[in-house]
């Protein structure tokens, strides 16, 4: 695999228009790079005869993330940048809707707040609803009740059949 | 033949009613568990442990091993419907099943699958069968030497995965091989990279990442750019069946998954994963349909998935001659031999030839009846992808969230599925492909972890990669499979 | 289907007891034993068979197993010592293994943290070499060790587990350095057995029982066993008899949460002392080639800080464990 600088990105068209979001991208991953080489040095190290010890790895890793990194940060400070991926329920010429992002991923960190309290039944539901609309679905009746019956019956197919444990938190003085 | 006779006496076993019964039984419930990420054969077989504990143990192993080949067929439907692989070695399978699913070949994926792991699992049970023996005195000459030369050729496979950027490529195997870094480090006990977090110690869960970048990172993805208006998917394009076509471009791949996968799966240290990255990337270098490959290219269906079912028969090999468990679901089997107070290894055969023939004699029945109750139900399975947009996303979602919460009970293996998957949204967003980082987290800790250890047995001589002839075959292969595609465009040139 | 049938055999039993007149103050209705680690291994079916044999034998009618896996046990250690104000109904399964992870993870909570119950089943290590090593006798291979430690290569299970102890207790004994020695973790007995079979390392150390089919059929030869004296029905000679001073058991316990009072304490003794003594446990240990190694109470617990000073310090000379 060789690391020269590729040519077969796309130059977009009315170049050099920089894109934030790639320059923050490129920062990323020579900040990650940086944090493995950091990390690296904190592994102790016992004797061993390999004479290859626990941060001969990390630091390679480290090395070739700050590499990649400098080399995007090179390609989003020229305006290079590359197309992102195709996809037949994906429509590139929308500009990128951040609500619905966000949506989700309050949705999600919903569910991991609320999964032990409420118990699986109801976050999954609940979650059910919120991804749903997130996709605009604006069919409010519909949405949770599907969610709820879908976790209901995947809840004691788990517990009672394979013995598996989830958590029952609000239902459990149901029975279930 | 001494095996012919005591495999018919294995069938007179396995083709009595009430181990007719295990074996659906098994297959039926391998096929449901292995749907959900998660939870795989190996958590499967282990809970039922306690309730075969008064069976009879050759109806209890007929029915493991139904769940563990029921399994392998559950991950690939999930895997091609919903990009959601159900555990590691189907991961290749929804890169281009997911992709002709999308495109309305669902149908076709399924069935490749379907019958691909048939021919394979048959295949790769006579293999069993016949040269079991013989697989295991070669497999034994495995040193960590020779098992870090085939991570190096497994590695490049990865070369077929780069997508339009070689730089974005490797910055997201690199990542992979970072994440593969988290835990303890096997070889000294040292932690690395755990931030602290005790749940960390054992390393990041592949199949929450693969979940993660995958299935949830592409909710993000999809809802943030979502095609409004008429959808112009269609889940079924020119018939739910295979196409003559589809026929001709299959069979090799499947003749050629099984023949990787049953070897590779023998080995005691190569699991399932290794033979689905060398068959994908062998099929993309053979195919006459290269440039179809990463947008629903047929032969990489078929092929990852036969070796991934050769390799499944693969295990069993170590485990009965030698009593070797070498993936988790063997191991399982292995504490339920104990359990009815049997000790696989050499003398299993000899000990109880009955037990050992009759699990033979069930894979083969086994392998039959999952591609009689799977192949109707892919009309049925199709039909996942006319639910609205909105309601498939949100199910597939709670789907991750279940099988990702009862790997361990924990709320941090959520807090990772979700983070991994705002990543894998990112990835997308600014066109790095996100099969690398799953090929890295896999390959890059078996790999670091053989490295180390052939250096230590050598105290820290490396010509032992070049030394041991197997080591130095896998060696010159993974050379020739990088170097081959930079200096062609050299030969043509003249 | 499971919930259903144990439910229902519950009751039964309860019903049972009830007429049978047994419920003095030192049984238990029901019980929760933790594994602290995935199903399938060790811990897992140490708990799984204390759940049927006590539920078979009718000593605490109704039993449940719950893993709670992660770093060596260490996680479930941890949720044990924070679990909530413990009706006394809630026991860990731990071994040796314990000791050594709480020290390499450098764990927050530590057995110290819990209360002792009881010790009940061990398994000797072996030390095995492959049939056509040149090393016949433990002395051949101590030989070859003390000459160059390096060139021996030793084959076991994780770093600071149970075999990497032996090997470095083993070295103390024969007058190496134990940071010398060159030992080859494996994730898991199988890859290890791999191998030593196919003679990819000079020697082994496991469990008995996980390599007891190699052994028997003559593909490995055995040749040393950890035990204090010979093992019945193991024809392999100890470590003692071959001149090293070394005894070690892979033993496995129970614990239970930190905040017991005494007549809960008492009670799961007891329990645990019914198990022990009844005919079923003792099949048990039987088909499994474990050794009974019962100690309870206070035995237990001066036990239990015995292991725990030995392990940390060969843990320390290996280098594994900062001092």
Request: include cysteine; glycine fraction near 12%.
């Amino acid at each position: 695999m060789s690391q020269s600088v590729p040519t077969d990105t796309q130059q977009s068209v009315d170049a050099p228009t920089r894109s934030v979001g790639d320059l923050l991208v490129s920062l990323g991953v020579l900040a990650l790079g940086g944090y493995f080489a950091y990390g690296a040095f904190n592994i102790s190290v016992a004797q061993s005869y390999s004479r290859v010890g626990p941060r001969f790895f990390p630091f390679l890793v480290a090395a070739g993330l700050l590499l990649c990194g400098a080399l995007l940060l090179v390609q989003a400070l020229r305006g290079t940048t590359a197309l992102p991926e195709e996809g037949e329920d994906v429509d590139l010429d929308v500009p990128p809707d951040y609500r619905a992002v966000a949506v989700i991923g309050a949705s999600l960190v919903t569910y991991v707040l609320l999964l032990e309290p409420l118990g699986f039944v109801l976050a999954s539901a609940l979650l059910f609803w919120g991804v749903a609309a997130a996709f605009g679905s604006r069919v409010w009746f519909r949405d949770p009740l599907v969610g709820l019956v879908l976790a209901l019956i995947v809840y004691l197919a788990f517990t009672r059949l394979l013995g598996l444990r989830l958590p029952a938190g609000m239902l459990a003085p149901l029975g279930l | 033949m001494e095996a012919l006779g005591a495999l018919l006496d294995g069938f007179a076993v396995a083709l009595t009613l009430p181990n007719l019964g295990w074996a659906l039984l098994g297959v039926t419930l391998g096929t449901v568990v292995g749907v959900l990420p998660g939870i795989g054969p190996a958590l499967t077989v282990a809970l039922l442990l306690p309730v075969t504990f008064r069976l009879d143990p050759v109806g209890s192993f007929i029915m493991f091993a139904g769940i563990y080949y029921g399994g392998m067929y559950g991950g690939s439907t999930t895997s091609i419907l919903l990009n959601t692989p159900g555990e590691s070695a189907s991961i290749i399978t929804s890169l281009e099943g997911n992709k002709m699913a999308r495109r309305g070949r669902g149908g076709a994926a399924l069935a490749t699958a379907a019958i691909g792991s048939f021919v394979a699992g048959t295949l790769a049970t006579a293999a069993l069968t016949f040269v079991a023996p013989l697989m295991v005195d070669v497999a034994l000459r495995f040193g960590p030497a020779d098992y870090f030369a085939l991570m190096v050729l497994a590695f490049t496979t990865v070369a077929s995965l780069l997508g339009s950027s070689v730089l974005r490529g490797v910055t997201s195997l690199l990542l992979g091989l970072g994440l593969g870094l988290v835990g303890i480090d096997l070889q000294t006990g040292q932690a690395r990279y755990t931030l602290g977090v005790p749940e960390m110690l054992d390393g990041v869960n592949v199949v929450i990442v693969a979940v993660g970048l995958f299935a949830v990172g592409e909710a993000f993805y999809v809802a943030s750019r979502l095609r409004r208006g008429d959808q112009d998917v269609t889940p079924i394009r020119g018939g739910v069946w295979m196409s003559r076509e589809d026929w001709r471009r299959s069979w090799r791949p499947w003749l050629r998954g099984s023949l990787l996968g049953f070897p590779l799966g023998a080995l005691p240290a190569g699991g399932a994963e290794i033979p689905t990255f060398l068959s994908y990337a062998l099929e993309k270098r053979l195919s006459k349909n290269r440039a179809e490959f990463g947008h629903g290219a047929i032969e990489g269906v078929a092929g990852p998935e036969a070796a991934n079912n050769a390799a499944a028969a693969g295990v069993l090999v170590p485990l009965l001659t030698l009593g070797l468990p070498t993936s988790a679901t063997a191991a399982i089997m292995l504490a339920a031999f104990q359990q009815f107070g049997l000790q696989p290894g050499p003398l299993l055969f000899q000990t109880s030839p009955d037990l050992v023939w009759g699990l033979i004699a069930s894979l083969y029945i086994g392998n039959a009846m999952l591609l009689v109750l799977n192949l109707p139900l892919v009309g049925l399975w199709v039909r996942l992808l006319f639910i609205p947009r909105p309601l498939l996303y949100a199910g597939i979602l709670v789907f991750a969230a279940l099988g990702t919460y009862s790997l361990n009970n924990s709320v941090i293996d959520l807090i990772t599925l979700f983070v991994i998957g705002f990543v894998g949204f990112l990835m997308r967003r600014y066109a790095f492909p996100v099969a690398p980082a799953v090929v890295g987290m896999i390959l890059g800790p078996m790999a670091e972890q053989q490295f180390r250890r052939a250096l230590s047995i050598s105290q820290g001589d490396p010509s032992v990669f070049v030394r041991e002839p197997i080591s130095a075959a896998f060696l010159a292969l993974a050379f020739l499979a990088i170097a081959t595609p930079l200096l062609a465009p050299l030969f043509r040139r003249r | 289907m499971r919930f259903v049938s144990d439910r229902w055999l519950s009751r039964f039993l309860v019903v049972g007891f009830a007429v049978a007149g047994l419920g003095s103050a030192q049984t238990l209705e029901s019980l929760r034993i933790m594994a602290p680690a995935s199903p399938g291994g060790g811990w897992d079916s140490t708990s799984r068979l204390i759940q049927s044999t006590l539920q078979d034998t009718g000593i605490v009618p109704s039993v449940e197993v719950f893993n709670v896996s992660g770093a060596g046990g260490t996680i479930g250690l941890a949720q044990l010592a924070s679990a909530e104000r413990s009706q006394g109904d809630l026991l860990m399964t731990m071994g040796l293994v314990m000791t050594g992870a709480v020290l390499t993870n450098n764990a927050a909570v530590t057995l110290a943290d819990t209360t002792p119950i009881a010790s009940i089943t061990a398994e000797y290590e072996v030390i095995v070499v492959p049939a056509d090593s040149p090393f016949q006798t433990l002395d051949d291979l101590l030989a070859a060790f003390r000459e160059d430690p390096g060139a021996v290569s030793w084959a076991g299970g994780s770093a600071g587990g149970t075999d990497h102890i032996l090997v470095g207790l083993i070295a103390q004994a024969a007058g190496v350095d134990p940071a010398g020695i060159n030992y080859i973790p494996f994730s898991g007995g199988g890859e290890a057995l791999a191998a030593i079979l196919g003679a990819q390392v000079s020697a082994g150390v496991a469990g008995y029982s996980e390599w007891a089919g190699s052994i028997e059929s003559g593909e490995l030869r055995a040749l040393a066993l950890s035990a204090p004296e010979r093992v019945e029905g193991i024809d392999v000679p100890t470590l003692i008899e071959g001149g090293v001073d070394v005894e070690l058991a892979n033993w496995r316990g129970l614990v239970a949460p930190p905040d017991l009072d005494d007549a809960q304490r008492e009670t799961l003794i007891s329990v645990v002392d019914e198990l022990h003594a009844s005919p079923e446990w003792e099949a048990v240990l039987e088909e499994n080639g474990w050794q009974d190694f019962y100690r309870s109470g206070d035995d237990f617990t001066a036990f239990l800080e015995s292991e725990d000073a030995r392990v940390g310090e060969i843990l320390a000379d290996i280098g594994l464990v900062g001092e």
